[in-house]
């Protein structure tokens, strides 16, 4: 059996080591930018080949997986998707995990997600507005004071978000020049050269709560949860500083639990029941509405909020990074058999198991990450491999120097029985990588730690006895607001 | 004692102005003498003056993402001592509390404070202004202190001496940066309104260095000895605050339901001198049964009497503030409860009023014990001459001040009602025990 992976970071890595404990024995082949030394080692070692070229591109995938003769293909990221790589694929019959174009539709368009969401009165949708120019989004941000999140319409690789929590007035003045300000930088800036979209900037509600992902399997008739992952999007500890891809991310058993025999966890059952249901609701209409089968991945990347209990804050079409190493690492069936099962469209006809453990991942970054990446690349690393460390955004040059990329350099990956124990694996290894040139790294000490986890449970709690009452009162997702002069205005 | 503040966001775009005019006005009963707040972005500027931050930063245009601030209780000999001061061309400080001594440095007693700091950082730095440098220095400060200091690099570093005898918090500010001031109400009013408790504490011999790709941790000293403020508890910090992750709420609300264990009386009503006594006057009415009332009304502005410097001064603020509303008190038996007593004469005041407005007994019970002596971490006690607790009985001075009985909340319980070991507390102010620098 031949696989190709599409992609060379840190989640496809964890998809490769899937693989290689496959009963299978697939010989795995990898098209990417970079070359991850650890890809590279497993298509060495299963006797295949890494194709070096870009993932984005539809005619390089389709040579590739023409040349190499693979059973299917595996797409990691989203842009593959975004670009039509398994509808390339699927034309030249060579079946795909990957979500195609028209589906993918709901991670590439934020707007269009939410357009989805409300024809189809999905719970846990949140309010927004759509704009095609910054001068139409101007006049809204003059005349509403709200506490928003601004976004490029478009997913540009997780960049470009800002949340302006916009409450207190004494500091409105300030807060309205830098909304204008970033809705401006995503029209010119973080939206420049996606011309696949109408509109470009979206304004959403900003709400509180817990966040995480629910990644699940799907073949387009059933979708299968797999562990909710909580990620760490902030750069620094403490839930400090700028957003990130995520440096890190934590999970066990289905609900996020503190550990293996241990009653506290961050959401409920009926919470990941409901967040399960939300994200089939999503692949039923996204394929009513594009007629086109969904094969592949599709996650809720969510948070519990005051407002809706589980709410959607964006879809994806492919596993999140590093999300994927949580779930992949305590994935007891045969990921083949999966993709398998998939592909003949028979996913409900297998059991897919997990292992009920902890697990821990946190990203280390070369200082410079995320704001001034290009501070972050070109420097040579050395880094003690063990098991557990996963490569991200590192290329393994011809003459067998490993440099970093610009962003996220290595995840480590800690498992045990409760979440606080296996951080403190996952941070031992953060120290198997430092720069040879003496430049700096950094990662997270605090994710995982019993006093993040205790706030997190305190978070959602908070959240929880709101929405809760807000189901009681029979008002779940609903604003209503007075208006004085005008009278009762209900939105939701 | 000093308000400090320090707020770093990473995106340039941003003025952080208001965000610090604001948050001195939340720090604004740490001091009522003198306002300063620097910005640093493009260029660096530093708006000071004396008064209160209504009147000094009312117009504030100067420009930056990052600010330095500070509202002191000290009257200051030069204007360029205003807090944040400069520590050298380069480097801007804001310090709470005290440095009393620094590693490898003679203190010259000829020069002001500031003078010596800046002295014995020249010698330290030789003119370098690396952050590295600056937390190294700050490293070798004994005392008890809090600090934020930044660089001409716009690098920030924020941190407290090991004895942790002044408070210091981190608050976040959604994705774009992070909020460092002495209290946590600094975080409400100006930072993300996070439902969970709003910031963290900066543990003693801990600093945080911010720099525009990094914001991290750092530990500088070892040592496990402690010796918080326990008048923090007491008087200095907001109600709203936390100091050392204990509320100061509650830590006012225990003290009265100790002064209603240890001191009792039968009395027709219960009343708070404002507004620092009020949870304490609540929480012993709750705790005896016996209802409280509303005694006072304000004239004015809100100002803190007893930080006034002088006694005039003082005693103007106690009978602007302090309006004896008279049918709360006429023909009844009062418990006054007040927080704490330095000289008494603006007590005595409060008692004569009350009782000029047909008060039938007055029992006066203090929220702290008695004062006996100076801070050396800068609190403002008077001389120990003036002192009245160090030199009368109780009796003798419910008699000095017109009371009926006067009892003061004992040692012991002060330490219960704030839930921290009296090893690490400075309870030097009570009982002359001070902590080794």
Redesign the interface.
């Known amino acids: 059996m031949k696989v190709l992976l599409v992609g060379g970071g840190g989640r496809e890595h964890a998809i490769a080591k899937a693989f290689y404990r496959s009963s299978y024995e697939p010989r795995l082949f990898c098209v990417s930018e970079l070359v991850n030394p650890g890809i590279n080692r497993i298509v060495k070692e299963t006797g295949g080949e890494y194709y070096v070229g870009n993932p984005n591109d539809p005619e390089t995938v389709f040579q590739a997986a023409l040349k190499a003769g693979v059973d299917f293909v595996f797409v990691g990221p989203e842009e593959p998707n975004f670009r039509g790589i398994p509808d390339e694929l699927e034309k030249g019959d060579i079946p795909c995990i990957g979500a195609n174009k028209d589906v993918a539709e709901i991670e590439m368009s934020k707007a269009s997600m939410r357009d989805l969401q409300w024809k189809y009165m999905i719970p846990g949708r949140l309010w927004y507005k759509k704009f095609r120019t910054f001068e139409e989004a101007v006049p809204y941000v003059e005349e509403y004071a709200e506490s928003v999140a601004l976004k490029p319409a478009r997913q540009v690789g997780g960049k470009g978000v ?4 916009d ?2 007035v ?2 409105r ?2 807060k309205k ?2 909304k204008k ?2 809705i401006e930088s995503i029209y010119k800036d973080y939206m420049k050269g996606y011309e696949d979209m109408d509109f470009k900037i979206l304004i959403e509600e900003r709400v ?1 709560g817990p966040e995480y992902t629910l990644q699940c399997f799907t073949d387009g008739r059933t979708v299968v949860p797999m562990p909710a992952v909580q990620d760490n ?11 990130t891809g995520g440096m890190g991310s934590i999970a066990c058993g289905m609900n996020l639990k503190w550990g293996v025999d241990d009653d506290r966890a961050i959401l409920t059952e009926e919470e990941i029941k409901k967040s399960t249901e939300i994200v089939r609701m999503m692949v039923e209409a996204i394929q009513k509405e594009t007629g086109r089968k969904y094969h592949g991945f599709v996650a809720g990347q969510m948070m519990l909020t005051s407002v809706w209990g589980p709410t959607i804050i964006e879809m994806y079409s492919r596993l999140g990074d590093p999300e994927a190493l949580n779930v992949l690492a305590v994935l007891k069936t045969d990921l083949v058999e999966i993709c398998e099962s998939i592909i003949s469209e028979k996913l409900n006809s297998i059991k897919v198991e997990f292992e009920e453990r902890a697990t821990v991942v946190k990203a280390v970054s070369p ?3 995320p ?2 990446r290009d ?1 972050a690349k070109g420097h040579p690393v050395v880094v003690d491999e063990q098991e557990g460390v996963f490569w991200a955004s590192a290329h393994l040059k011809e003459d067998g120097v490993i440099e970093t990329g610009g962003s996220r350099l290595i995840e480590c990956l800690g498992i045990a029985d409760t979440i606080p124990e296996a951080s403190l694996i996952a941070e031992r290894l953060t120290s198997k990588a430092r720069l040879a040139d003496g430049w ?1 790294l ?1 990662h997270r000490s605090d994710i995982g730690s019993e006093k993040s986890l205790e ?1 997190r449970m ?2 959602a709690n ?2 929880r006895e709101i929405y809760k009452y807000r189901e009681r009162k029979g008002i779940l997702g609903k604003r209503i607001i007075w208006v004085p002069g005008k009278g009762l205005e209900e939105v939701g | 004692m000093t308000g400090i503040l320090g707020i770093y966001l990473f995106d340039e775009r941003w003025n952080a102005g208001s965000f610090g005019a604001y948050g001195l006005m939340a720090l604004q009963h740490r001091g009522q003498e003198t306002v300063g707040l620097e910005l640093f972005g493009k260029n660096r500027r530093k708006i000071a003056g004396e008064g209160l931050v209504d009147d000094v930063l009312n117009k504030l245009d100067a420009e930056g993402h990052i600010c330095l601030g500070a509202v002191s209780p000290y009257p200051v000999e030069v204007k360029e001592d205003i807090p944040p001061f400069m520590l050298s061309e380069k480097v801007s400080v804001a310090i709470d509390g005290r440095v009393t001594s620094i590693e490898n440095y003679t203190w010259d007693n000829s020069l002001r404070y500031e003078e010596n700091l800046r002295k014995a950082f020249e010698r330290f730095s030789k003119g370098g202004s690396d952050i590295d440098i600056l937390k190294e220095f700050f490293y070798s400060c004994r005392g008890g202190f809090a600090y934020i200091a930044v660089n001409d690099k716009n690098e920030m570093v924020a941190g407290r001496g090991s004895l942790g005898v002044k408070p210091l918090a981190l608050g976040k500010f959604g994705f774009e940066g992070g909020i460092i001031a002495s209290e946590t109400c600094v975080m409400d009013v100006v930072g993300e309104r996070v439902p969970i408790s709003p910031a963290e504490n900066v543990e003693p011999g801990w600093a945080m260095v911010f720099t525009s790709f990094s914001a991290k941790w750092v530990k500088s000293s070892n040592s496990c000895k402690r010796a918080y403020c326990s008048f923090e508890y007491v008087y200095l910090a907001r109600p709203d605050s936390y100091v050392n992750d204990i509320p100061i709420y509650r830590v006012r609300r225990s003290i009265g339901r100790k002064l209603a264990e240890e001191s009792r009386v039968d009395a027709d009503v219960v009343i708070g001198v404002p507004e620092t006594a009020i949870p304490f006057a609540m929480a012993y009415s709750n705790e005896t049964g016996i209802p409280i009332e509303k005694g006072f009304e304000l004239t004015g502005r809100r100002v803190r009497s007893a930080l006034r410097p002088d006694q005039l001064e003082r005693l103007k603020g106690v009978q602007l503030k302090l309006n004896v509303i008279s049918d709360a008190v006429r023909g009844k038996r009062v418990i006054l409860i007040d927080d704490s007593v330095v000289r008494g004469n603006t007590l005595a005041n409060i008692v004569y009023l009350m009782k000029e407005k047909g008060a039938k007994e007055i029992h006066v019970r203090i929220g702290s014990p008695h004062i006996i002596s100076h801070c050396p971490f800068g609190v403002e006690v008077p001389p120990e001459d003036e002192l009245i607790g160090r030199h009368l009985s109780e009796e003798k001075i419910a008699e000095v001040v017109g009371a009926d009985s006067f009892k003061y909340l004992s040692l012991n319980g002060l330490v219960e009602a704030i839930g921290l070991k009296e090893e690490e507390l400075c309870l030097g102010c009570f009982n002359c025990v001070y902590p080794e620098v």
């Open positions: 800002k949340v302006i929590e409450f207190q004494y500091l003045d300030d020049k830098v300000q970033h509180w999007k902030h750069a620094f500890d403490g839930d400090l500083g700028p957003e200082e410079g990450y704001l001034s501070l700096g950094f706030r305190m978070l908070m959240a």
